[in-house]
C-alpha cells in the first residue's frame, strides 16, 4: 500500500512543489483527488482521505525503523525552504494554505503551530495599513485555512487562539500599527517555541506520576507522550510501557521502536488485547488531537475503548496535550465529529460490498479520563472549559 | 532571630513526634509560627517580597518535611507565601496608580476593579498577575514565557517575582510587613473559625427524621450535626466507631449528650446498615486538587457502600485542608503506618514476631489514612460553601499561587 | 429466515395448548412426579384424619377423640403462633397434643411441656410394660397407615389443588406434582422467625421459655423485630438447673448453654455440635407408652429445637440439618423396632456430618486449591474453617503465597487463626477491616466463608463480608466464596435488615486491652445513645466471582439450582 515506501513523502513533495505554481494562485481549497493521486493510492480505497489525517500519516506511520530513518531524513531536507519561498517570493499570489501547508510538512511541528505560523505569513504579506484591516484579512485566511481542513482540531484551535489573541490583546490598540503588526509577527514565529516549550512542560509535570515499577499503556504515536517517557527514561525512572499496535498505521510500532532506542522495556500488545493487559497495567496515557469543551479528547481511534476499559479497572488514564489543542467544540457522541477517514489496509482484497469504517478518530468523554497534563498545569478535565470559557467570554 | 528559630524548632518537634492531633490545630499552629518569622524577619530595602518569601520558604521547608503526611502545614506555608505575593502586588499596583495605599484586601477581583480605570497600573496587574495565576491559555500568546512559563518545576526559588517595581518608597517595606501579618492574622481568625462557618450550612443539608452515617470522629462533623439539631432538626445518626481509634465512640457520647439519637456500630457494619442512611457525612484529612479525599481509615469503604446504594457522600472540610497537589498513589505515599499494638497485643504475638523459628512471619497493617477518589464523593462542604468534586482546582486557584506549588526544590506532588 | 426460525420455536403443541410457554422440560416432570410419593407429603397432609385411629387405640383419649376438630383448631392456631420456636410446626401440634393427652390420662402431671425420661423413671415396670404394648400397637397402625399413605398423599393434594378432578393428560397430573412438591418445600421452610416487635406474642413466648432471657434496654429501633437480650445474665442460673429440667435431654442442655454463652462459633462446628447433642438424645431414647416413635421423636427433636433457639437464633445450615434429621425420622421404615429405628437414625445423622460437612469441606479444599497460584496474595476475612484448610492445603502443596487476615471488631476471631497459620509457616499479613482498601492493592484472590448462601445468589455470612467483597468488587480482585451445599437455602434476602442476629452491645462499648478507650463505659444510662452489634450481613451477588462449593465451582446465579437438586437428594 501507500505508505509501504518511504519515497512517497518526497514523491509528495516534489509533486507540491510541481504544482504549487498552479494551486498557489488561488486560496480555495485543492480538490481532495488532487492530494490522493499524488501519493498513488490504490484505486479501490474511496480517495476522500482528509488532510488531517496525511499529516499523521507523514508523521507518524512506519514500517520500519530504516524506513522511517529515511522518511525523517527527506522530510528534514525537504523542511527547510518554506520560510523562503513564502517570504522569498513576494510578488506571487500569497496564498495561506500552502503555507500551512509547507510548514505542517515538518515532521515535529505542531499542526497549530504551523497554522499560526501561517496566519503570520498572511501578516507579513498584508498591505493592509489599520489594525482593522488586518484583522479582516486575517478573518479571512483563517477562515479559509479551516475551511481547507474541517477535520483538523488543531489548526482550528491554533487559529481560533491567535485570532482571539490579536483580536483581544488591548495593548495592541495603544500601539502603532507597525509595531502592533511586528509584535504580532514575532509573537507568531515565537509560537513554535512555545509549542516545543509545552512539550517540555508536559514531559517535566508528569515525572511526577511515573512511580518505579510502574506500567504504561500507550495509545498510538504522540510527540508528547513520547516526550514524557523520554524524560521518564533520562531521569532513570524504572517502568516499563505496553504499546498499542496502532492498526492501520501501526503508530505503535514507532513509538516501540523509539522506546526501545531509549532502553525502555516495551511490548507490543495488538488493539484488541488491550482489556486482557489492562490488569498489569498502571496507568494510561494518550496523547490528545483536541481537547474538546467539555473536557473529553478527540484522538487516534481506539483511545475511547482504551479509556473505557480502563475506566472499569479504576485504572487512571492520563492525557498529555498541548493547551492550544483546547477546542471550542462540544462533540455529544462519536458521530457528532467531523470524520476523518483514511484508508485501511486489511492485507487481503475486501470486496466491494463490504463497507469499511474509515474513522481515523474517536471522542473520548471526560468521564473516562483522569487527568489532563498541559502546559498550564496538570488539570481535571472540568478545568478545560473553564479556560475556554476564559479565553472566548 | 534565635527565638523564633527555637520556636520552629519546637514546632518541628512536635510535628516529628505527631504530638499535634487534627488538621486544624497543626495549620493554626503553622500559621503563628510563621507568622513570628515574619515579624521576627528583617526586611531589605529593595525586593522585600522576595526576602519574606524566602524565609517562609526556608522554615516552611522544615515544617513540611517534618511530617510531610500531614498536608495542612505544606497548605498553610503555600498560603502564606500566596498572601504576601498579593499584599506585595496590591502595594506595587496601588503605588503605580497614586491610589494611595488604602487598598489592601487580598480579594483579588476587588482588586481588578479598582484598578481597571488607570491603563498602565492595570497592565502591570496583568503581568503580574500571570505569575501569580497559573498560567492559562489567555496569556499563552499575551506574555513571553521568559521567567513565568515553567511554573511548577522552577527551581529557582523567588526569582520569579522579577516584577517591574519602579516606585519603592521608603515606607513600603514595613508596609507589607504590616500587611502581610495582618493577613495572616486574618487566615488564622478564619482557621480557627472554620467550623462555624461550615457548621452554618447545616440546615440547609440535614432534613427532618433524615438518617447520618459517619465514622470516625471529626470535630467539623459535630458541629455540623449539632448545629442542625440546635435548629430544631431532629434525626437519626449512626456512629461507625473508627477502629483501631475509636473516636467514634466519643463521637456517640457527645452526640447523645447533645441530644441526638445516635446509635454505635462497628465498621464491619457499614454495609449492612448503609442501605437505611440517607447521607453519609464525614471529615477529610486533606482534599486534594482533583477533589480526591485523604479520609480517616476506612473511608473509601464507606463511600463505596455509599455509592452503591446512591447515598450522598458529602465531606465536610475547612479551607486549610484544600492542599494543591494532585494525588499520585496517594493510598501510599500519603499515608502513615500506626503502630501495630493498637491491633494486637505485642506480648501475646511477640513469639511471632521473629520469624527465625521456622514460623510463618507476621506483618501488621495500621494504616491511617485512606484515599477516597472524587468520583465517589458528592459534594464538599467548606466555609466558602458546597462544591463539586469537579470544582475544587478552582478554589486551590484562589488560595494559591503556581509558583510556590513546590516548596523549595523539593519534588512534590504527592509526596 | 429469521421469522421462519421462530414459528418454529412458538409451533403449538396440540396437546398443551393451554400453556404454549410453560411446558417444563421432560426431565424435571419427571423427577417431579418421583418425588410426590415421599411418603413424608401423605405424613403431613393427612394429619387431621390420622389422629383418629391413634386416639382410638387409646382409650383414654376417646373423650377428645369425639370432637376432633374441635380439638385440632385451636392447637393450629396455637401453632402458628409461635411456629418460631420449632423447626418444624408438627413437633408443637404434637407436643400440645400429648400435652392434652396427658393431662386426661395421668392427672398428675400437667405442667410438664413434654413426656420423656422422667416419665418412663417414674411409672413402674408393669406400667413400662402396658405402655410398651399400648406403643407397639400404635406402631402397628401407622404402619398401616404408612403403607396406604403414598397414595392418599396424590389424590388429595390433586384433588385439592386442581379443583375439578383433572383427568386428561399426564401433563397436567405432572404439575400438580410439581406444585405438591412445591408446596410441600413451602412447608419445609422454616416458619417467618418470632416478631419480637409483636408484644401480645412475645408475651405469650416468654411464659412458655425455658431461658428466660431479659430484654435488653436501649434497643436499636430498626431492629426491633429481632431479639436483643442481655448476655450472661442467665447463664449461671441456667447452669445450676443442668440436673433439674427434664424436658431437655442433659447433652443437648450442655451444647444450648454453650449457645448461649456464645462459646462455639462458626457455623459447621455448631451444626456438629447440636447434631451430636441429637445422636445422644436418640441413644438415649425410647419411645414412651402409647406413642409412636415417629411422631414422638420428631416432637421431642422440635422440643429440642426450640430450646436451642431459645439460646441462640438457629443458622441456616443448623435449620437445613435439622430438616434432615426430621426428614430422617419421618421416613423411618414402620418395620423397624425402636433399636433399629435409633441405630438408623444415628448413622444416618453420622452420614449427614460426615458426608455433608467433613467430606464437603474436603472437596471444597480441593476445588478451591486449583485456584492458588505461586506468587498469589490470598486475603481472607473472619476465620472460616473451611478458607484456614483451603490454605494450609494449599501451603501443604507447596504454593508460594501471602496470607493477608482481615479481621473485625468486636470479635476478633483472626487472632486465633492466625496463630495458627504462623504455626504452620505461613506468611500472614493482619489489619482491620478498616484498612481493607489499603490492602486491597496487592491481593490477587479473596476467599470468604459463609454461614448461607441464599437462592438469589447472596451470601449471608459474618458481618463485614460485605464490606471486604465490595471493595475487592471495587478493585477487581476475584472472590470466592466457600460454602459446603448443606448450607443453601432456598429463602431470598435483600438486606441485613431484616432478617439478623443482634449480638452483645457491651461487647462494641469496651475495648480489650485498650484502657483508655472507655468513652462508652455506662452507655445506657444515656437514653438516645444505642450500641449495634450486628452479626451476620448479606453480600450482594455481583460482588461475588465463585461459590466454591462440593459440587464444584458455581456462579452465585446458579444456587437456586444447587438449591433444587441438593435439597431433593437430601429429602428422599
Not at chain 2, 521568559?146 to 526559588?157: E, F, I
Not at chain 2, 504590616?178 to 461550615?198: F, M, P
Not at chain 2, 447521607?279 to 476506612?298: D, E, K, R, S
Not at chain 3, 396406604?148 to 383427568?167: H, I, N, R, W
Amino acid at each position: 500500500m501507500w505508505w509501504r515506501s518511504a519515497s512517497f513523502i518526497l514523491d509528495r513533495q516534489q509533486n507540491d512543489a510541481a504544482l504549487r505554481p498552479d494551486t498557489s494562485s488561488t486560496i480555495t481549497p485543492p480538490p481532495p483527488t488532487e492530494s490522493s493521486s499524488a501519493m498513488g493510492l490504490p484505486t479501490d480505497h474511496n480517495p476522500n482521505i482528509s488532510a488531517y489525517y496525511q499529516t499523521r500519516a507523514a508523521h507518524h506511520a512506519v514500517v520500519t525503523s530504516d524506513w522511517l530513518a529515511q522518511a525523517q531524513a527527506a522530510a528534514v531536507v525537504a523542511h527547510d525552504p518554506p520560510q523562503s519561498t513564502s517570504t522569498a517570493d513576494p510578488d506571487k499570489p500569497f496564498s495561506v494554505i500552502d503555507v500551512f501547508n509547507n510548514w505542517r510538512r515538518q515532521p515535529d511541528l505542531a499542526e497549530a503551530v504551523a497554522a499560526i505560523r501561517a496566519l503570520a505569513a498572511v501578516i507579513r504579506s498584508s498591505q493592509a495599513s489599520t489594525m482593522m484591516q488586518l484583522e479582516i484579512e486575517l478573518k479571512k485566511a483563517s477562515d479559509s485555512l479551516k475551511a481547507w481542513d474541517t477535520t483538523s482540531i488543531s489548526l482550528t484551535a491554533g487559529c481560533d487562539l491567535f485570532m482571539r489573541y490579536v483580536t483581544r490583546t488591548s495593548a495592541l490598540e495603544y500601539e502603532d500599527f507597525n509595531s502592533a503588526k511586528s509584535r504580532l509577527i514575532e509573537r507568531a514565529e515565537k509560537f513554535g517555541e512555545i509549542s516545543y516549550k509545552s512539550r517540555k512542560i508536559i514531559a517535566m509535570l508528569s515525572q511526577e506520576f511515573i512511580f518505579d515499577g510502574c506500567t504504561i499503556l500507550v495509545h498510538g504515536f504522540s510527540r508528547v507522550v513520547f516526550e514524557v517517557l523520554k524524560l521518564a527514561a533520562q531521569n532513570k525512572k524504572l517502568f516499563r510501557v505496553f504499546c498499542t499496535e496502532g492498526r492501520p498505521d501501526r503508530t505503535g510500532l514507532r513509538l516501540s521502536n523509539e522506546l526501545a532506542k531509549l532502553d525502555v522495556p516495551v511490548k507490543l500488545v495488538i488493539d484488541s488485547a488491550v482489556a486482557y493487559t489492562m490488569d498489569e497495567v498502571d496507568m494510561v496515557f494518550v496523547g490528545a488531537d483536541g481537547v474538546v469543551e467539555s473536557g473529553g479528547i478527540i484522538n487516534m481511534m481506539g483511545t475511547y475503548q482504551i479509556a473505557l476499559v480502563a475506566n472499569s479497572m479504576n485504572k487512571p488514564v492520563y492525557v498529555a496535550a498541548e493547551s492550544y489543542k483546547f477546542a471550542r467544540l462540544y462533540p455529544l457522541d462519536q458521530k457528532d465529529l467531523a470524520p476523518a477517514l483514511r484508508p485501511i489496509d486489511f492485507g487481503v482484497p475486501i470486496p466491494s460490498k463490504v463497507e469499511v469504517e474509515r474513522s481515523a478518530r474517536d471522542y473520548t468523554p471526560p468521564q473516562y479520563l483522569t487527568l489532563l497534563f498541559t502546559d498550564l498545569g496538570v488539570l481535571t478535565p472540568s478545568v478545560v472549559s473553564d479556560e475556554l470559557i476564559q479565553l472566548y467570554l | 532571630m534565635p527565638d523564633v528559630q527555637a520556636l520552629v524548632n519546637d514546632f518541628v518537634n512536635q510535628l516529628k513526634k505527631r504530638k499535634i492531633e487534627g488538621s486544624q490545630a497543626t495549620a493554626k499552629q503553622t500559621a503563628e509560627v510563621l507568622r513570628s518569622v515574619i515579624s521576627q524577619q528583617r526586611v531589605p530595602h529593595t525586593n522585600q517580597a522576595a526576602a519574606l518569601i524566602n524565609a517562609v520558604r526556608a522554615v516552611g521547608e522544615q515544617l513540611i518535611a517534618a511530617n510531610p503526611v500531614e498536608l495542612a502545614v505544606g497548605n498553610i506555608v503555600r498560603r502564606i507565601l500566596h498572601i504576601i505575593r498579593e499584599e506585595d502586588l496590591s502595594l506595587a499596583t496601588a503605588a503605580m496608580a497614586g491610589l494611595g495605599l488604602s487598598v489592601a484586601s487580598d480579594d483579588e477581583d476587588d482588586m481588578e476593579r479598582s484598578d481597571q480605570p488607570i491603563l498602565s497600573a492595570a497592565a502591570v496587574a496583568a503581568a503580574a498577575r500571570s505569575t501569580l495565576r497559573p498560567p492559562s491559555l489567555q496569556t499563552l500568546l499575551e506574555d513571553m514565557p521568559d521567567s513565568a512559563a515553567v511554573p511548577h518545576t522552577s527551581s529557582s526559588g523567588g526569582d520569579s517575582e522579577g516584577k517591574s517595581r519602579s516606585v519603592d518608597k521608603g515606607s513600603r517595606g514595613r508596609k507589607l510587613k504590616h500587611d502581610v501579618i495582618e493577613a495572616v492574622n486574618e487566615l488564622i481568625q478564619d482557621i480557627s473559625t472554620c467550623y462555624e462557618q461550615i457548621a452554618e450550612q447545616a440546615i440547609e443539608h440535614i432534613h427532618q427524621n433524615e438518617v447520618i452515617l459517619t465514622l470516625g470522629s471529626s470535630k467539623t462533623v459535630l458541629e455540623f450535626l449539632c448545629a442542625a439539631k440546635e435548629k430544631k432538626r431532629s434525626f437519626k445518626v449512626f456512629v461507625a466507631e473508627g477502629a483501631p481509634r475509636y473516636q467514634g465512640h466519643l463521637l456517640a457520647k457527645d452526640l447523645a449528650a447533645r441530644g441526638l439519637q445516635t446509635t454505635v456500630i462497628t465498621d464491619s457494619a457499614v454495609f449492612a446498615m448503609i442501605s437505611r442512611v440517607n447521607m453519609v457525612i464525614v471529615g477529610a484529612h486533606a482534599v486534594m486538587a482533583n477533589g480526591g479525599v485523604i479520609a480517616p481509615v476506612g473511608l473509601n469503604m464507606v463511600a463505596l457502600a455509599a455509592q452503591r446504594h446512591a447515598v450522598p457522600f458529602v465531606v465536610l472540610a475547612g479551607s486549610h485542608k484544600l492542599c494543591p497537589l494532585y494525588p499520585h498513589n496517594p493510598e501510599v505515599l500519603l499515608n502513615e503506618l500506626r503502630s501495630p499494638s493498637e491491633l494486637l497485643d505485642f506480648g501475646e504475638f511477640s513469639d511471632c514476631m521473629d520469624s527465625a523459628s521456622g514460623a510463618g512471619s507476621l506483618h501488621i497493617v495500621n494504616p491511617t489514612f485512606d484515599y477516597v477518589p472524587p468520583k465517589l464523593v458528592s459534594l464538599f462542604i467548606t466555609d466558602t460553601g458546597g462544591h463539586n468534586p469537579s470544582y475544587m482546582y478552582r478554589l486551590i486557584a484562589d488560595y494559591y499561587s503556581a509558583d510556590d506549588l513546590v516548596v523549595k526544590g523539593r519534588p512534590t506532588t504527592g509526596s | 429466515m429469521d421469522p421462519k426460525f421462530r414459528r418454529v420455536g412458538f409451533e403449538p403443541d396440540p396437546n398443551q395448548s393451554q400453556y404454549p410457554l410453560t411446558v417444563p422440560p421432560p426431565r424435571l416432570l419427571s423427577e417431579r412426579t418421583a418425588a410426590v410419593p415421599v411418603p413424608e407429603i401423605g405424613f403431613r397432609r393427612q394429619f387431621p384424619g390420622d389422629r383418629i385411629p391413634i386416639g382410638s387405640y387409646n382409650p383414654s383419649l376417646a373423650l377428645l377423640g369425639t370432637s376432633p376438630s374441635a380439638a385440632s383448631t385451636p392447637t393450629s392456631e396455637y401453632r402458628d403462633g409461635d411456629g418460631e420456636f420449632s423447626e418444624d410446626s408438627s413437633g408443637w401440634f404434637l407436643r400440645s397434643e400429648s400435652k392434652r393427652m396427658e393431662g386426661t390420662a395421668k392427672e398428675e402431671r400437667n405442667d410438664v411441656p413434654s413426656i420423656s425420661k422422667p416419665v418412663k423413671a417414674n411409672t413402674t415396670k408393669a406400667e413400662r410394660r402396658a405402655l410398651q404394648e399400648a406403643q407397639r400397637a400404635a406402631k402397628a397402625t401407622s404402619k398401616a397407615d404408612g403403607r396406604a399413605e403414598p397414595g392418599k398423599g396424590v389424590k388429595q393434594s390433586s384433588g385439592k389443588k386442581d379443583g375439578p378432578p383433572v383427568t386428561s393428560s399426564t401433563a397436567t397430573d405432572k404439575k400438580s406434582g410439581g406444585r405438591s412438591l412445591e408446596k410441600e418445600r413451602k412447608k419445609d421452610v422454616p416458619p417467618p422467625r418470632m416478631q419480637f416487635d409483636d408484644k401480645s406474642r412475645v408475651e405469650k413466648a416468654k411464659r412458655r421459655a425455658l431461658v428466660n432471657q431479659t430484654e435488653a434496654v436501649n434497643r436499636v429501633e430498626l431492629f426491633r423485630h429481632l431479639p436483643q437480650y442481655e448476655y450472661g445474665s442467665q447463664l449461671p442460673k441456667l447452669e445450676s438447673k443442668l440436673f433439674q429440667i427434664d424436658s431437655v435431654h442433659p447433652s443437648v442442655f450442655k451444647v444450648g448453654l454453650r449457645y448461649l454463652a456464645g462459646g462455639t462459633s462458626g457455623d459447621n462446628a455448631r451444626c456438629i455440635e447440636m447434631l451430636r447433642a441429637f445422636q445422644e438424645a436418640i441413644r438415649d431414647y425410647s419411645t414412651p407408652p402409647e406413642k409412636a416413635l415417629v411422631r414422638d421423636l420428631t416432637a421431642k427433636i422440635g422440643s429440642y429445637v426450640s430450646f436451642f433457639t431459645e439460646c441462640r437464633p438457629l443458622s441456616i445450615s443448623m435449620r437445613n440439618a435439622i430438616r434432615f434429621v426430621k426428614s430422617r425420622i419421618a421416613k423411618l421404615p414402620l418395620s423397624h423396632s425402636e433399636s433399629e429405628a435409633k441405630a438408623t437414625l444415628y448413622s444416618d445423622i453420622d452420614r449427614f456430618i460426615n458426608e455433608k460437612i467433613i467430606l464437603a469441606a474436603k472437596v471444597i479444599v480441593g476445588h478451591a486449591a486449583t485456584k492458588v497460584r505461586d506468587g498469589d496474595v490470598l486475603l481472607i476475612y473472619g476465620s472460616s474453617s473451611v478458607v484456614e484448610m483451603i490454605l494450609l492445603y494449599a501451603h501443604e502443596l507447596g504454593k508460594q503465597f501471602r496470607v493477608v487476615v482481615v479481621d473485625s471488631r468486636p470479635k476478633l476471631q483472626s487472632q486465633a487463626l492466625i496463630r495458627r497459620l504462623l504455626a504452620k509457616g505461613l506468611d500472614c499479613t493482619y489489619t482491620l477491616i478498616n484498612g481493607v482498601s489499603y490492602v486491597m492493592h496487592e491481593v490477587t484472590r479473596v476467599f470468604l466463608g459463609a454461614s448461607a448462601v441464599l437462592s438469589n445468589g447472596t451470601v449471608y455470612s459474618r458481618i463485614g463480608t460485605a464490606c471486604v467483597a465490595m471493595v475487592a468488587h471495587a478493585f477487581h480482585v476475584p472472590v470466592l466464596v466457600c460454602c459446603e451445599a448443606y448450607k443453601f437455602h432456598e429463602r431470598v434476602q435483600l438486606d441485613s435488615i431484616c432478617s439478623n442476629e443482634l449480638g452483645d452491645p457491651n461487647a462494641v462499648a469496651t475495648v480489650p486491652g485498650r484502657m483508655n478507650v472507655n468513652y462508652l463505659d455506662n452507655w445506657t444510662s444515656e437514653d438516645n445513645l444505642q450500641i449495634l452489634n450486628l452479626m451476620f450481613d448479606v453480600t450482594p451477588s455481583d460482588y461475588i466471582s465463585a461459590i466454591v462449593t462440593d459440587h464444584g465451582m458455581v456462579p452465585p446465579t446458579s444456587v437456586p439450582v444447587i438449591v433444587r437438586e441438593y435439597g431433593r437428594e437430601h429429602l428422599i
